[in-house]
């Protein structure tokens, strides 16, 4: 897929300091960060305001979690000389972002997010009535547009966020970037490209907008995209004009699952911290062992001599990211014909978790034995990340009027 700008190869995402890491952010998420670092140009951020939208009455360890979450990334193999590291509060053109799409975005909208209404109910004993926690889904929106990357790699519960996202990039991109006269500052930016490509575009634009031909809108953009000489304003012209719409100043991103997009806990729900069924990427092996052997299975399978069904045991959730087809046809068929036993199930679960876990969390120690070398990494990134940053809010300024020179 190629994106508005040719960005297509940016890839933004993040995760809040509130504890940890577990298996559900590795398999969820960094996973698929540390496999696209190398493909694309990566921007990864500790979500410290986040963390406060849900733990605001105890801030004091946020600092330090966002540090030990940093050390999780980089030992779980995230390689700060191919992504850009940073914290959210210290690229405070966020905060502005944020405020500027809050005067475009009807409550609505905030209202509807499943996550919304979902977190009040579930996390009863914490004060979610509070003006941050209805704007977590913008304020995340803020985080993902500055960048214009192409795609957020996230587990499924982010999913919601990033379709909003998309639809305060439209809103954005109708109200503003209906500029006058863009149909002939379009056509003038086209005739920059080249009789032949200026053919090509229009036919494109045409099978598109007619006949909502995909295939035709991507060779339209891929054209655009491959243009050494067009200004950045021009380009988000021409993409505009190619989908019907005003000049595309914000990118709309799509979500980029894993195989695992939601990681079940030890007891089958959906592993999170707020639940207590995690198993922590830097958790003692002895604990994890401890932990696997005593989670749950299948509830009907009472004795050992009892036949058991591997879909409603939390264990084969396990067995399903973690073995190979053998094992798995062994613990199947040795459940549903009782010829094995559940501790003797969770042996191959316990090895592989802890294999996993052995090299992240050696790597770890010896970060956490530098902070000194963290924390540059991380002052380096901030700034890259700022001047990204500054790039697009100067345009974003400017394109709602409130540039003062
Ligand atoms: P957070 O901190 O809750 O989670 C971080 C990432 O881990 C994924 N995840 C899971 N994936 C699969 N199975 C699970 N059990 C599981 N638990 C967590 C999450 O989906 C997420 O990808 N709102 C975000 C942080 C954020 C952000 C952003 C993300 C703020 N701004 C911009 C992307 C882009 C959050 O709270 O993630």
Redesign the pocket.
């Given at each position: 897929m190629v994106s508005a700008s040719g960005q297509n190869n940016r890839i933004?995402?993040?995760?809040?300091p509130?504890g940890r890491l577990h298996l559900?952010?590795y398999?969820?998420?960094l996973k698929n960060w540390v496999k696209l670092q190398h493909e694309y140009d990566c921007f990864f951020f500790v979500?410290d305001w986040?963390a406060l939208t849900t733990h605001y009455e105890d801030t004091g360890d946020v600092a330090s979690r966002a540090w030990d979450m940093i050390i999780d990334w980089l030992a779980a193999g995230v390689n700060p000389g191919s992504a850009t590291l940073f914290i959210q509060s210290r690229v405070p053109e966020h905060a502005e972002l944020h405020l500027l799409l809050s005067m475009i975005t009807p409550l609505s909208w905030l209202e509807r997010v499943p996550t919304y209404k979902d977190q009040q109910e579930k996390l009863k004993e914490r004060d979610l009535s509070t003006y941050g926690f209805l704007g977590y889904p913008l304020l995340?929106s803020a985080?993902?547009l500055m960048y214009k990357p192409g795609l957020?790699p996230?587990?499924?519960?982010?999913v919601a966020?990033v379709e909003i996202t998309r639809e305060i990039a439209r809103r954005f991109n109708h109200s503003f970037g209906r500029e006058p006269e863009f149909e002939s500052r379009a056509e003038t930016a086209l005739r920059k490209t080249g009789k032949k490509n200026a053919r090509l575009f229009r036919e494109m634009r045409k099978r598109w907008q007619e006949q909502g031909d995909e295939e035709s809108l991507e060779v339209a953009r891929a054209m655009l995209s491959s243009q050494q000489n067009l200004t950045k304003g021009d380009r988000e012209r021409l993409f505009g004009y190619l989908e019907g719409g005003g000049r595309e100043i914000l990118v709309e991103p799509e979500a980029l699952l894993t195989e695992?997009?939601?990681?079940p806990g030890l007891d089958g729900q959906?592993?999170?911290k707020s639940y207590g069924n995690t198993i922590g990427l830097r958790e003692p092996l002895e604990s994890v062992e401890q932990k696997i052997r005593t989670m749950p299975t299948d509830p009907a399978r009472v004795r050992r001599s009892d036949p058991g069904t591997p879909e409603k045991c939390p264990l084969w959730e396990f067995h399903k990211i973690y073995s190979d087809k053998d094992t798995q046809e062994w613990a199947h068929k040795g459940c549903t014909t009782a010829g094995i036993g559940c501790l003797e199930c969770k042996g191959p679960v316990i090895e592989a978790v802890s294999n996993e876990l052995r090299p992240i969390q050696s790597r770890a120690q010896e970060y956490e034995e530098d902070p000194d070398a963290v924390r540059s990494i991380i002052q380096e990134g901030c700034e890259t990340a700022r001047s990204r940053a500054r790039e697009t809010l100067d345009e974003v300024r400017q394109i709602m009027g409130l540039q003062y020179r």
């Open positions: 933004v995402s993040g995760m809040r509130t559900g952010n398999h969820g998420a979500a986040h995340q985080d993902i957020v996230v587990g499924e519960d982010q966020h695992t997009p939601k990681m959906k592993m999170s």
